[in-house]
C-alpha cells in the first residue's frame, strides 16, 4: 500500500479544516477544550497560512493511504537560519 503527501490547494482547505476536527476531538482527552454551540471546535488559528501558498515557511499536506485519505501534517520551514534545512512537523493526524 502506497502512502501519498499531497499538498493541499485553497480548493481543499475544506477537508483541512473537516479533518482539524477529528484533531481536536482527539485532544479533548489532554487539553481543556470544548465543542461551540454550533457543534464544531473552533478553528485552528492561522490554519490558511500552511494552503494559501503565500510564506513558503507553512506548508499542509494531507496523507492517503492509496486512494484514501488518511490524516494530513502541517509543516513548519523556520526561517531565521536559511542556511540551516530544518523544519518542524507542527501537526500529524
Not at 480548493?11 to 482527539?26: E, W
Not at 485532544?27 to 478553528?43: N, W
Not at 496523507?63 to 531565521?80: K, M, N, S, T, W
Amino acid at each position: 500500500m502506497n502512502v501519498i503527501l499531497e499538498p493541499v490547494t485553497a480548493s481543499q482547505s475544506g477537508v483541512l479544516h473537516h479533518l482539524m476536527q477529528f484533531y481536536f476531538y482527539d485532544f479533548t482527552a489532554y487539553l481543556d477544550i470544548q465543542v461551540e454551540e454550533t457543534g464544531k471546535f473552533q478553528p485552528y488559528p492561522g490554519l490558511d497560512k500552511y494552503y494559501r501558498n503565500e510564506d513558503a515557511e507553512y506548508q499542509a499536506f494531507l496523507i492517503r493511504c492509496g486512494e484514501h485519505l488518511a490524516g494530513f501534517a502541517l509543516i513548519d520551514h523556520p526561517q531565521e537560519n536559511p542556511d540551516e534545512s530544518i523544519i518542524w512537523l507542527s501537526s500529524l493526524y
